[in-house]
């Protein structure tokens, strides 16, 4: 039997904490809650995008507050996004949709074999080679490799991003590499008297362990994990969703759904795809 729409987004705020008695109130509790989501945002996307959790509204707990509003959730999460990230419990990047981006260490491995990437320190050289980063991005990539983790505000400077349009190429290549699983966030530093400098480095410094584990699940295995996790948290959602959120191409997207489909992990409906477990 097919649920309400109203019962549905009921579902889906409790599995994204967006109620009070799971309100998130610790850097502990933002770790589990990363956790058992998977995969979230920082913020909230705007509406009539794919749907997918946020680490705010969990802190809210469902009593979301205007986000450029300066208050004690914002001081919080401006904390433990980067202390989570210094400490290796996330992963903490410009992933989804180009937005700061949280993904479990349980998660990482699948989209890391989905990457293209060959678990190599050099990679970026192949990568670039192959047409998939720029080559403001592999400067980027070099420096790291030769200097090892570096606050953004001196990578800026030293790899040779300055003059007209300087800062606009960095942030762009470094969104680029965050989106490519190449170069994750690590931690903050203070720089001078202006705000924290967040540090950078080559993922696969920070997090060996994924990559090392990420050579043993194979690329469909990978895309049904993603995708069936995915589900879990939206409840319900479409195949364009989830093709638009991870820019998957329609045949996989399809070939994986009809995967999942098969298992009996999700069932068709009203156009909707929904998680079997969701369903009375």
Known sequence: MMKKKSELQKLRDRKAYRILSLKVKTEVEAAQFIHDVGFCLLFPLDRGTPLLPSLYDAVCGGQRRLIHDWNEYMQRLWTWKDELAAHKKVYFGKFFKGRPSFISLQMLPYFYTLSGNYGDLEDYQQV???????????????????????????????????????????????????????????????????????????????????????GKIPEENARRKIARKYFDIAVASTAKDLSQLLGWKKEIVHETLQSLLKKGVILSGDGDLYLSSQID
Request: aromatic letters at 6%; a positive charge.
């Open 128 to 214: 670039y080679e192959e047409g998939r980063i720029t080559q403001d991005a592999k400067r980027i990539c070099e420096f790291l490799f030769e200097k090892g983790p570096t606050p953004t505000v001196r990578l800026k400077r030293e790899a040779g991003f300055r003059g007209k349009g300087g800062r606009t190429r960095f942030e762009r290549a470094l969104k680029e590499l965050q989106r490519s699983l190449l170069v994750v966030n690590a931690g903050v530093t203070q720089e001078g008297s202006s705000w924290p400098s967040i540090i950078v480095d080559l993922l696969l410094r920070v997090h060996p362990q994924v990559v090392k584990k990420s």
